[in-house]
């Protein structure tokens, strides 16, 4: 079965998988996607964070994925300020997009994940990630049913939109150096550019 996506996401890819009964949207750093029919959101995370947000009586679901907490300074001198590589707005355009068609807050079914420590420097991005998105959700009233933060493993997710269900697969470290270049590359993009509830592991 194939989903009926929602316009604005047009642009995010989409594949099938034959072990899976729907329709898969790959979303990479920085992108988010929900569906309103049954269909599957994949990612795969190194010290970035993704949440999985679900209103479990209008089976609306969504997954987001951010690479860092906040834009420098209040954003203004930052080209990406808004945008959902941070989490800051990540994690309101994902929750606005669901209410708008009809999510409340107060049913959210809350899971997060990511956050590994894939780089050697002391500087633990993955850990500051991971702190951020704890503090934010608890502002915001939040309890997530399953956090699956740090480690030094990336993650593979799989999120089922209408179930809530998650497939995660941790990904050896000596098979992660195409994770981790992509997110050295990413990150320094970022700090360059400037302008004004189940889970299972498999």
Known sequence: MTGIVIEKFNHIRRMRDERFPHEIA???????FISESPMVIYTVLGSCISVCIRDPILNIGGMNHFMLPVPNGNGHSDSWGR???????????LINEIIKRGGKK???????????????????????????????????????????VGDVHPRKIYYFTVSGRV????????????IFEREEQYLDALHRQKMEGDVTLF
């Open 83 to 93: 945008s959902a590589r941070y989490g800051s707005f990540a994690m309101e355009m």
């Open 167 to 178: 497939l995660l697969k941790r990904i050896e470290r000596i098979k992660n150096r195409t």
């Open 106 to 148: 107060n049913r959210f079914e809350v899971k997060v994940f990511g956050g590994a420590k894939i780089y050697e420097a002391a500087n633990d991005v993955g850990a500051k990630n991971a702190a951020w998105v704890t503090d934010y959700l608890a502002l915001e009233g939040f309890k997530p049913i399953k956090v699956d």
């Open 26 to 32: 790959v979303i990479m750093p920085g992108e988010y």
